[in-house]
């Protein structure tokens, strides 16, 4: 099986959506329902060993976290062969 790590959007960040966006916008209600149903299922998706929520987050310490998390996995060289 291949091993995966994932970006996901949680519910906060749906809500934030679903507010931000006016409602006369083509395709909102549409956009909102998939983000939901995504944001339940990515996170249990079979082969993801780890998620990251990145509503709020710095970019920099999230890309720190994310390559830490990957080379925990072995899906990224050490910082030493790096």
């Known amino acids: 099986m291949q091993r995966r790590i994932a970006r ?7 809500l934030g959506l679903a507010a931000r966006e006016p409602d006369r916008w083509p395709g ?3 956009l909102i ?3 939901r ?5 990515v996170p249990a998706l079979e082969g993801v ?6 509503a709020g987050r710095d ?6 976290e994310l390559l830490a998390a990957m080379r ?11």
């Open 8 to 14: 996901w959007a949680s519910p906060a960040v749906v």
């Open 28 to 30: 909102k209600a549409r």
């Open 33 to 35: 329902g998939h983000a």
């Open 37 to 41: 149903e995504l944001a339940l299922t």
């Open 49 to 54: 060993e780890c998620t990251f929520d990145t």
């Open 59 to 64: 970019a920099e310490v999230l890309a720190r």
């Open 72 to 82: 925990a996995k072995g899906l990224a060289p050490s910082a030493r062969s790096a």
